[in-house]
Structure formats: C-alpha cells, structure tokens
C-alpha cells in the first residue's frame, strides 16, 4: 500500500494558504469567494493526508467532501451562528452563511485535492521501500515524525499569516492617510454631503481594524475589507466633488454673464460721456476694460462642455477663476460708477446709473388710473395697492405729475448752464430709473393732510420720503416719493 508523504501534503497545504490569501487580495470578489470555496476543499483534501498518509486520493477527497458539505448545510441551523457570535475567528473553519452554490465549488476543490494526491503519491513508493530496508536494518523502531511537521507547517502557515497582516496593515494604514485627507478636503465642496459622512464612518472602521490585536481582534482580511470599503467611498466623495464643481461652475458663467453686461453698458455710457467733455478718469476705464478682457478669457476657457472632460483640479481651478474673474468686474464697474458720478452728479444724494432714461418699453408699465404716466413694472403693484388705500381714505386717486423720465425728458429739465435746483442732471435722477413719482399734496405741502398720511402709511406699500426731500434736507419736496427698491448706492 501506498502513501503520501507528509512533506509533500504539508507543503501543498502551505501552497494552498497562500493561494487563498492571495487571491482575496487581487481577485474581484465576485471571484474570490468561489475560488476561495475550491481550495478550502483543496486544503481539506490536503489534511486529511497529513493526517492520514495511506489514505488513497479518492477517500481523501471523499472525506474533504463530506466535511465541507456538513459545514455548509451546517448553517441551515442556529448552531454556527452562535459559534461565530462567540469567537468571530471561527468563520474561516465554518465560513459565515448558506450558499448552495458553494458546494458545487466543494465538489471541484475535492475532485482537484484528489488529482494533487494522485500526482504525489506515485512517488512514494520509493520511499516506502527505504523505509522498510531502514527499519529492517536498524532497531525496528519506528520514530514518529508527525509532530516535527505539524510544527514547521505551523511556523510557516503563523509566517505566511502574519506577513499578509502586516502588508494588509500597511496598505490600509496608507489608504487611511489618503482617506482623511480627501475627507479634509472635501469639506463644502460635494454635491451630497452624505457621501463624506460614509468615508468618516470608514476612516473611523479602519482606525478600529488597525487598533485591534492579530489574530484576535483583527483576522486576516479585515484590514483588505476596511481598505476596499475607504476605496469605494473616496470613489463616492470624488465623484460628489466633480458633479458639486461642474454645478458650481455652471452657476459661476451664469453669475458672471449679467455682471459682464452690465460692465459693457457702463464701459459705453461712460465713453459717451466722455466725448460731451464729461467722462470719468481713463484709467479707471482702462481698469473695466482689462477686467472685461480677463473675464471673456475666463469664460472662453471654461465652457460647459470642455469642463465635462476636465479633471477634478482643473474643475475647481476653472470654478475659482470663475468667481474672481466676477467679482474683479463688479468691483471694476463700481469703481468706474463711482468715478462717473463723481463727474456728472453733483449732489452726494445723487447716484449715476448708466440705464437711468433709458429703460426699454418691457420694463415699464402704465400706471392704470393715469396711463400718461410709467413706472418700472416690478414696483407697479405696490404703487397700485397705496393708491388704492389713498382713495378709500381721500375718496379719490393720488395726483401724479411725473414718474418715469426718458434720457430725453431729463435732458430737457435740466440746463447745465443753468441748473434747474428741482432737476437733477441727466443719469442722477432716479426718475429715469421708473422707481419715482412726484405726487401732489397740495397747496399746503409738509402741512397738508394728504402729505401727513402719505408719510405714516407709504412705506408699509413699499414707498417712501428720501432725507434729501424731506423739510430739512437738501431739496425740501412734499412731493417726491420713491420705490424702497430704488438703489441709493452702488
């Protein structure tokens, strides 16, 4: 009768260990576990020669087969639960549920395990006949080897096992640093904030995994577990960032076209201005157009469909220089605003708007109880509702003498040569914005009941008296009310 020899199944044995671990590490999970199911009964196969070397290839694996099969089927009941929930290292003896499909892979790892047998055990006949030819001469005593085996197989197998926990440790300890960065990083910058709670719960799994003790609290393949679920995360946190960045830079071309256009309307009044003698410093000017110029490159650079393809970097660069590239053109036409009214306005209550006059007809709207007259149409409605609480309390509509001016019309109030004290100049007055009219009080004025009642409920319509109009302002008018919307600076 045949054996194998101890050697040769201690050393498959050690084979098949490693190539378990190894292909937990590399191989997809999807693969890994059936394969991992194969040479489980591969390694079975293996011990049971160990044990017993005159065991024949398919008794060995008739045996490998049944163990496996009664684990598996084992957890078609409580009892390996309850092992597992006591001593966690158990699972990779008992393995952790019931998958029917795991024992076709048992069968296959059998069948292998007895093939690797059948090779190995041929060239033991040799080895036996020594045997017998030592015994013969020698004392007839036979000197155990097993144990001699058992623990080199031991020392090898600790070996094997705690080199693969410690390049686990170290690829996770790696991976946790660029976890926690990322995370740090991410802060305010992805479209879902959920996503950097998951990799917080991840860093803070692995960190535990790392803490535990080897082989006690911490098995091989913990720390891979710990490193693949960081890796799906940062995956989930990086995309989170790019679809918060494209948003962001969606929204930044969007912020920065109106700020754009208004730069050119203010950069062409102003040039208007200048050649009637009244524009504003040239190097303020020249400060608009070299922002303008910067803002066109910024939005020429980072279009919707280039940042698609761009990385995350790029992506957040591009959103950056979106938003400095707007607020350098706001600040740069404020700037010139400020220089133009220094100019053309005379009165520092008086504040130039490039569009003041020159409203287009869609903004405006008559006003229903005296259509000769306009207003922007977004304060129409509040003008409504104070007239319509004037007449329930005066029994008839407010007087209106003026609301909207055109360019034109200011123009025509107001002589530079000789200023008209109740006109502003052409630009300053916030009639040409549609936001002002000159209502009647009266003959009375600041002593008129109508002024008295327009001054206590005005404002709760949206209406209001300026300082400058009011008896001790700069131009006392009963008169004037304005829109609380209208803009008094820039």
């Not at 937990?24 to 049971?48: H, I, K, Q, S, T």
């Not at 080895?127 to 197989?153: E, M």
């Not at 009219?437 to 009642?453: H, L, N």
């Amino acid at each position: 009768m045949t054996r194998t020899p101890r050697t040769a199944s201690a050393l498959l044995a050690l084979l098949v260990v490693g190539a378990g671990l190894a292909a937990r590490e590399v191989l997809p999970a999807g693969v890994a576990g059936p394969v991992g199911d194969g040479l489980y009964a591969v390694l079975v196969v293996l011990l049971v020669a160990l044990v017993r070397p005159r065991t024949t290839p398919v008794v060995a694996g008739t045996v490998a087969l049944v163990v496996c099969v009664a684990i598996e089927l084992s957890h078609l009941t409580p009892y390996p639960a309850a092992v597992l929930e006591r001593l966690p290292q158990a699972r990779y003896v008992l393995g952790t549920t019931f998958v029917a499909t795991d024992l076709a892979w048992y069968a296959l790892g059998a069948a292998v395990g007895s093939v690797l047998l059948a090779v190995v055990t041929p060239h033991a006949r040799a080895v036996d006949q020594s045997l017998r030819h030592l015994r013969a001469t020698g004392d007839g005593r036979r000197r155990p080897r097993v144990l001699p085996l058992v623990l080199v197989l031991l020392l090898v197998a600790g070996g094997a096992i705690g080199w693969f926990l410690w390049s686990e440790q170290q690829d996770l300890t790696a991976k946790i640093d660029v976890a926690q960065t990322a995370y740090d990083a991410s802060a305010d910058k992805v479209a879902d904030d959920a996503v950097r709670t998951r990799l917080d719960a991840a860093i803070v799994a692995g960190e535990t995994v790392l803490d535990g003790r080897p082989m006690l609290d911490r098995l091989p393949g913990d720390a891979t577990d710990a490193r693949e679920r960081l890796e799906r995360e940062l995956a989930a946190v990086h995309e989170s960032r790019v679809a918060f960045a494209l948003a962001q830079a969606d929204e930044a071309r969007e912020a920065l076209v109106p700020v754009r256009r208004r730069a050119e309307t203010v950069l062409a009044a102003t040039e208007e201005l200048r050649a009637a003698g009244q524009g504003a410093d040239e190097a303020v000017s020249s400060e608009l157009r070299t922002s303008l110029d910067t803002a066109d490159d910024v939005l020429e650079s980072a279009t919707a469909d280039g940042l698609e393809e761009a990385g995350l970097t790029q992506l957040e660069d591009a959103v950056a220089s979106l938003v400095v590239g707007r607020r350098n053109l706001d600040r740069a036409t404020t700037d010139l605003m400020t220089a133009q009214d220094a100019v053309v306005c005379p009165e520092p209550d008086q504040v130039w708007f490039p569009q003041a006059g020159k409203l287009a007809d869609s903004r405006l709207a008559p006003l229903p109880w005296a259509p000769e007259h306009s207003v922007r149409a977004d304060v129409l409605d509040d003008l409504v509702e104070l007239n319509d609480a004037y007449r329930a309390h005066f029994g008839q509509d407010l007087t209106v003498n003026s609301a909207y001016r055109s360019y034109a019309q200011q123009v025509a109030v107001y002589d530079p040569e000789n200023p008209n004290p109740l006109a502003a100049p052409p630009g300053c007055s916030n009639h040409g914005l549609g936001t002002a009219v000159d209502i009647s009080v009266g003959p009375e004025g600041f002593d008129s009941a109508r002024y008295a009642w327009l001054k206590d409920n005005a404002e709760q319509f949206g209406w209001t008296h300026p300082d400058w109009a009011e008896p001790d302002g700069r131009l006392p008018e009963p008169w004037h009310w304005q829109s609380v919307k209208t803009p008094v600076e820039y």
